[in-house]
């Protein structure tokens, strides 16, 4: 694979317009270095080791001297295991984009979203050799110790765009317009994308979809004049009337005596089919309320 050697004015052609600025010489790698700065008045950027050399004329000559990216916050390293390497061969332009695209996701999640307990967010990337998840980045919670350990795959060399709401759609429209306004109601910056609607919604620290209502703010912003998306509303179905307790027409209630204990064994006059024949025969007339022929055709089976 062929490295390819470059001047500092065609790095820079590489590199968004009105995004970067020339910090110098780093005085360790004697690289020049460059900021990218995705978001105005965000203390997070984007380092980028150009491996030009101090003369600005040529880059490092050895192929193992990248181009490399870091998220910084507030000036410094920010995240573990973040830094991104870009091969300086053929199309090495192309990938130092997408690379900044990648880190530029990661920073809005920093700056858009907070842990469910309250802590911001960190920028990782996996580097776990034997993972099918290898150099995948995603931000979590910077607490190691949180309970809730908010957890986001963000976009990879391979993936599409990922907002902070996982909606391609809406993320396209962010991409194309990444700059997002303030909440109308309680004015916190920024906003985020909407889930499942095209606008915005109020994105302040704990703010979540909780049984159907924002725990925090429902400050949105929607992308045209059209009507709120009207969510469909199954109806409550109706609560089941309880049976009632089986009636027996024609019975009125009857309280009968215990009898008296048999002094001696009571027999039968008629076979056992034709008895439990009589038997059903004398419940079914009790069923129908008529008390007394059930106890006639009752003493007719004893002798």
């Avoid at 460059?34 to 003369?55: E, G, H, M, N």
């Avoid at 110790?145 to 809406?170: G, H, L, V």
């Avoid at 909407?194 to 159907?212: K, L, S």
């Avoid at 027999?267 to 006639?296: Q, S």
Wanted: glycine share 6%.
């Amino acid at each position: 694979m062929a490295i390819q050697n470059f001047t500092c004015a065609e790095f820079e052609q590489a590199l968004p317009s009105g995004k970067w600025a020339d910090m110098g010489i780093d005085g360790k790698t004697h690289q020049r270095l460059y900021s990218v700065t995705p978001y105005t008045d965000c203390i997070f950027a984007i380092l980028v080791f150009s491996s030009i050399k101090a003369d600005g004329a040529s880059s490092a000559e050895a192929g193992g001297d990248s181009i490399r990216a870091v998220i910084t916050r507030e000036g410094k390293p920010f995240g573990g295991k973040s830094v991104r390497w870009i091969a300086r061969s053929n199309g090495w332009q192309e990938r130092l984009l997408r690379t900044l695209k990648i880190l530029t996701e990661q920073i809005m999640w920093l700056k858009s979203v907070r842990c469910s307990c309250g802590k911001e967010l960190v920028p990782f990337t996996v580097r776990k050799k034997d993972s099918k998840n290898k150099n995948r980045p995603f931000v979590t919670c910077v607490s190691p110790t949180c309970n809730n350990q908010f957890y986001q795959w963000t976009r990879n060399e391979n993936d599409e765009y990922i907002s902070p709401n996982a909606n391609k759609t809406a993320a396209r429209k962010q991409e194309e317009n990444p700059i997002a306004p303030a909440c109308p109601k309680c004015s916190h910056s920024p906003m985020v994308r909407m889930a499942r609607a095209n606008g915005w919604r109020c994105a302040t620290p704990g703010n979540r979809w909780d049984n159907g209502a924002w725990t925090v703010c429902d400050g949105v912003i929607w992308d045209d004049n059209s009507a709120k998306p009207t969510a469909v509303v199954n109806p409550t179905p109706a609560k089941p009337t309880a049976l009632p307790s089986p009636i027996r027409f024609g019975c009125a209630p009857t309280i009968i005596p215990s009898p008296a204990k048999p002094t001696s064994v009571v027999g039968f006059n008629v076979d056992g089919p034709t008895l439990l024949k009589e038997i059903k025969r004398a419940l079914a007339l009790l069923d129908e309320g008529d008390i007394e022929e059930t106890e006639r055709a009752l003493r007719a089976l004893i002798k």
